[in-house]
């Protein structure tokens, strides 16, 4: 995708006002982009979450991915019922001393019944810096992956989940879960920007996650990414994120295959080092590096590049090694 696409992308979704149950604005957005893309369905599902699929032909990678990221950030909501003009609540992980010195250096920002914290947004070759990068950078994320197959007419089948209400536990994914639209073959791909820990670091590349402060994630799913970045060539860190949590933790408790990747993020739900309210921020390559391994991972049935299933490899070594088990059976009394 050229540059200049990705960045329009970038620049109309960052800068939605959303937070927690007000994602409306963000969604419209999507809608608009994704609108006259090629093969693309769009669908609303009772809870508000935005549903879209991507059919060319019969194709379909094997397994069959859900790219899902959330489309709400931590911000300021009007209570229910309030008349007040000054009155606030705000909905996500943020401490409450960071929040009231952030209000008092003037940051935030009415916008109808929500309110944010009042940063621009930035889109250079290198960087990336709004108020709400997580998850509106998974968000673009997936809206250039199938703008990219529409343009290039890619024969295959992928779904995506625009989610809602993901800072306050989830609640978009799990409604999904409970009623999953997607077929018993597919995998969700929660797709999220985080804090990187345990040796990962910025600029190094999207983090396919092993996990996050919850859960383990699908080790089959986790091996397919891992592979399909190392057959394309494509830059990626592998590490356990367990500074927070993630959609794929939901998902996987409802009893669905769920695996996870995450761009790098700076200052964490506006916090920086210093604990001030600041705006997010990613890197451009590290983004650009999501997009390339999900058109490959979409594109490619995954059979004949080396990966097995755990049960396929022990079932191998029993039979390459049924001698022995045989022989040395028979010296045990």
Request: charged share 25%.
């Amino acid at each position: 995708m050229a540059s200049s696409n990705l960045n329009n992308i970038l620049k109309r979704l960052l800068k939605q006002p959303t937070a927690p149950f007000h994602e409306y604005h963000v969604r419209a957005e999507i809608e608009a982009l994704l609108k006259n893309c090629p093969h693309v369905k769009l669908k609303r599902d009772k809870f508000g979450n935005l549903l879209a699929t991507y059919k060319n032909g019969k194709s379909k990678s094997k397994p069959t991915w859900v790219l899902a990221a959330h489309m709400d950030h931590p911000a300021f909501v009007k209570p229910e019922g309030s008349k007040k003009k000054d009155e606030w609540e705000f909905l996500g992980g943020v401490p409450q001393e960071s929040l009231d010195n952030g209000i008092k250096r003037g940051l935030r920002k009415a916008k109808g019944q929500i309110a944010t914290w009042n940063f621009p947004v930035n889109v250079t070759n290198t960087r990336i810096e709004a108020t709400a990068c997580d998850d509106l950078i998974g968000c673009a994320a997936i809206v250039a992956t199938f703008l990219e197959l529409g343009q290039l007419n890619i024969q295959t089948t992928v779904h995506a989940a625009f989610t809602r209400a993901e800072e306050v536990g989830w609640l978009g994914a799990w409604q999904i879960a409970q009623n999953w639209p997607f077929g018993e073959g597919s995998v969700f791909l929660s797709l999220e920007t985080s804090r990187p820990v345990n040796g990962a670091v910025m600029g190094g590349g999207p983090i396919i996650r092993v996990g996050d402060r919850v859960s383990v994630f699908d080790s089959e799913a986790t091996a397919v990414l891992m592979t399909t970045a190392k057959e394309q060539g494509i830059r990626v860190q592998r590490c356990l994120l367990d500074a927070g949590a993630c959609e794929a933790t939901a998902v996987q408790a409802a009893g669905i295959r769920s695996a996870g990747i995450s761009v790098p993020l700076g200052n964490y739900h506006n916090l920086n080092d210093a604990r001030q309210i600041a705006p997010e921020y990613v890197m451009m390559d590290d983004v650009k590096s999501l997009i390339n391994l999900l058109k490959a991972l979409v594109a490619t049935k995954h059979d004949g590049i080396g990966e097995r299933t755990i049960r396929e490899r022990v079932e191998l070594r029993m039979q390459e090694h049924a001698g022995h088990l045989k022989a040395g059976s028979k010296l045990f009394k």
